[in-house]
């Protein structure tokens, strides 16, 4: 149920500062706003989107995604996110996905309209002529016993958070968060085990054969974690293909922006926000958080100005929190100490300008090769210029390679796929490389993640690395920033 509007204190309505403006950010701002907050976002850069972000190539003069971002059906909260702002059109949404196997042959998946959840994914299963038979039937047994679950409570809060805050235990429960590993329990994997091993070992135990691991799981789960099946948590997995898949006949539609992220986050959203009475800073670095152990008082410019507000949520990267803070209030939140440990995982994004069209496909995933995900789009229609994104998930497992080596590689393999590759003009390329473009999702590693709600009352934490039971994406970053605010709107 929507949180009531707050009611003016004294003469005005509560002040809030949102510092960082990306998502979480945004998303905290917006849903502040609603609530009756007076806004005023603050971020260091020249743009709002964050991560979510584009540049301006100055070889083609084309705005262009740092990093293809996507969204799935399941990303309700973005989804809702998106509608109440006014910016749900900048997505396209398709449930058809796009297989390459490693012999080149194509291989189309969609789920069954007619059969019900989670029956719904078994055609397409079949439709994945690189596996054998019996694979396919192993990973669909695996399947139903890893996202097998009991309903039941134990295990589902924070310590003590029930106590102490009812409604925000509700939303935690209803979002799946565990403390133990951000996840509910299952029948058959006891809560305090679930995320202690590597999602690859219980596969292994669970009749998933190296090819079936190498040509299903991987490819999934890299994609979605940008971690490999060897490292990640088997609680994150659980996550992906519970929520991601199986959840419903839609929850796996695939949703990619109809217009570069600058675009949708840092004009529209920028301009939605200013008109919901929110005052946006750019260029406005946030040095210092002032405060003590019962409340945050202040933030301090890099230009030396002090700003009182009465509330504020910190939306800035994991690494960066408790350097912003005061030594008071970080003595207030021992537990952010912990955060540290959280470790960070890479995205490389291979950008690729072509004479011409050459992929025919909106996006594709290619089986078995470093090139995982090939999104392609019209660049030009007078020209045909073509530019195609290759994205590399989990790049920091990767071998190490410079940006000439990885550019062979990867032309190479999608010759092999579409021949017109090799015949085209290659323009320009160029080779991203985030190191820190979200967090790891370890075994455990949810233990490292923050409630939104701190000890000191008036101060709320917000990012996709914060505790939202989500890996880190557009999803976990938007339940973040409403979770924040609603930490505050209790506390009010």
Not at 186 to 198: N, Q, R
Not at 228 to 253: E, N, W
Not at 279 to 297: F, N, P, Q, T, W
Request: aromatic share 6%; hydrophobic share 45%; with cysteine.
């Amino acid at each position: 149920m929507k949180a009531p509007a707050l009611e003016r204190v004294g003469a005005d309505f509560p002040t809030l500062a949102v510092v960082g403006g990306g998502l979480a950010g945004m998303a905290a701002a917006w849903t502040a706003a609603e609530r009756g907050f007076r806004v005023e976002l603050f971020e260091r850069a020249k743009t709002l989107g964050g991560r979510a972000g584009s540049f301006v190539d100055p070889k083609t003069g084309a705005t262009t995604d740092y990093c293809q971002h996507a969204a799935m059906g399941c990303c309700t909260a973005l989804l809702d996110f998106c509608r109440r702002a006014g910016i749900d059109d900048c997505f396209q949404r398709t449930d058809r996905l796009h297989f390459i196997g490693p012999d080149g042959r194509r291989c189309d998946a969609a789920p069954s309209r007619l059969l019900p959840a989670p029956l719904h994914l078994l055609p397409g299963l079949a439709k994945l002529r690189y596996l054998t038979p019996g694979e396919r039937l192993k990973i669909a047994r695996a399947l139903r016993q890893l996202t097998k679950s009991k309903n039941n409570s134990r295990g589902l809060t924070a310590p003590g958070e029930e106590t102490r805050n009812p409604s925000i235990s509700r939303r935690l429960l209803a979002a799946g968060y565990c403390p133990d590993d951000g996840l509910c329990c299952d029948d058959d994997l006891d809560c305090e085990d679930v995320g202690s091993e590597p999602v690859g070992d219980w596969l292994r135990r669970h009749g998933q054969s190296q090819q079936a691991i190498d040509r299903f799981w991987s490819p999934v789960l890299v994609g979605a974690l940008a971690e490999t099946v060897d490292h990640a948590s088997l609680t994150a997995a659980r996550k992906v293909f519970r929520d991601g898949f199986l959840a419903s006949r839609d929850a796996s539609d695939l949703l990619l922006p109809r217009a570069p992220l600058a675009e949708i986050f840092n004009e529209r959203l920028g301009r939605r926000l200013a008109e919901r009475g929110v005052e946006v800073h750019l260029k406005s670095l946030v040095r210092r958080i002032e405060g003590d152990r019962r409340s945050a008082h202040a933030i301090v410019l890099a230009d030396g100005r002090r700003r009182e507000f009465g509330f504020v949520i910190v939306a800035v990267p994991w690494r960066k929190v408790r350097s912003l803070l005061a030594d008071e209030l970080n003595a207030a939140m021992p537990a952010l100490e912990s955060v540290e440990k959280i470790a960070p995982a890479a995205i490389t994004a291979v950008h690729l300008w072509f004479d011409r069209p050459v992929v025919p496909l909106p996006h594709a995933v290619l089986i078995g090769q470093l090139s995982q995900w090939v999104f392609a789009e019209r660049q030009n229609d007078s020209a045909a210029v073509q530019h195609c994104q290759v994205v590399i998930s989990a790049y920091h497992r990767m071998e190490r390679r410079t940006h000439d080596e990885l550019l062979y590689k990867v032309l190479g393999e999608l010759r092999a796929v579409w021949p017109a590759v090799g015949e085209a003009e290659l323009l320009h390329r160029r080779v991203i490389v985030q190191p820190a473009a979200v967090f790891s999702c370890l075994p455990g590693a949810n233990r490292f993640r923050p409630l939104q709600r701190t000890p000191v009352p008036n101060l709320a934490l917000a990012g996709d690395w914060t505790a939202t039971g989500w890996p880190g994406t557009m999803e976990g970053a938007v339940r973040s920033g409403a979770l924040a605010v609603e930490a505050l709107h209790d506390a009010v």
